[in-house]
T-cell receptor, first 111, second 114 residues
């Protein structure tokens, strides 16, 4: 069955450093991959979408890569800030607009 | 402001009781989705609807039911057949049921058992 894995351990980094989160998947070849941010007690908020034929996508301090050979996506936040602290979810697209979500990685940025 | 409204924010269920979670959107989106989120797990799809008066089961539909009588509304009923209903329930909508569209989420309903 389709499976998607994110770093289960929380990621703690110092303000100003680059945070890198990993998303690995198996038994599937998605056309698109999406990243969301979720704050405690809130719903996820869409951040970025990348297509299978795009190697990299950027939005302000965010960068996403998509390696269909490795079946992996990396999500980078440069010049991280305490306000970036949240749980980040990756999601693979399925037919009919459905998504398969990873379990999320909690990021904590210390001042 | 356009968005998705879920209510109530907290809900308690007694044994043998059915409860209904509300989800309303004013984004004029065709597609709507219900997910369940448990600690340490990803969101799991319960039901989804791509158009009014039509809906399909997701990955964990047993013990749940939905209706889609209006474009803006997609209520979820947690029936007494759902033996482990304690979870955070999230409703989402999408501009179309195609794979290249992001989903917009409400702020969830947390359901607990009394």
């Amino acid at each position: 069955s389709q499976k998607i894995e994110q770093n289960s351990e929380a990621l703690n980094i110092q303000e100003g450093k680059t945070a890198t989160l990993t998303c690995n998947y198996t038994n599937y070849s998605p056309a698109y991959l999406q990243w969301y941010r979720q704050d405690p007690g809130r719903g996820p908020v869409f951040l970025l979408l990348i297509r299978e034929n795009e190697k990299e996508k950027r939005k302000e301090r965010l960068k996403v890569t998509f390696d269909t050979t490795l079946k992996q996506s990396l999500f980078h936040i440069t010049a991280s800030q305490p306000a970036d602290s949240a749980t980040y979810l990756c999601a693979l697209t399925r037919q009919g607009g459905k998504l398969i979500f990873g379990q999320g990685t909690e990021l904590s940025v210390k001042p | 402001d356009g968005g998705i409204t879920q209510s109530p924010k907290y809900l308690f269920r007694k044994e043998g009781q059915n409860v209904t979670l509300s989800c309303e959107q004013n984004l004029n989106h065709d597609a709507m989705y219900w997910y369940r989120q448990d600690p340490g797990q990803g969101l799991r799809l319960i039901y989804y609807s791509q158009i009014v008066n039509d809906f399909q089961k997701g990955d964990i539909a047993e013990g749940y039911s939905v209706s889609r009588e209006k474009k803006e509304s997609f209520p979820l009923t947690v029936t007494s057949a759902q033996k482990n209903p304690t979870a955070f329930y999230l409703c989402a909508s999408g501009d179309s049921p195609y794979v290249n569209q992001p989903q917009h989420f409400g702020d969830g309903t947390r359901l607990s058992i009394l």
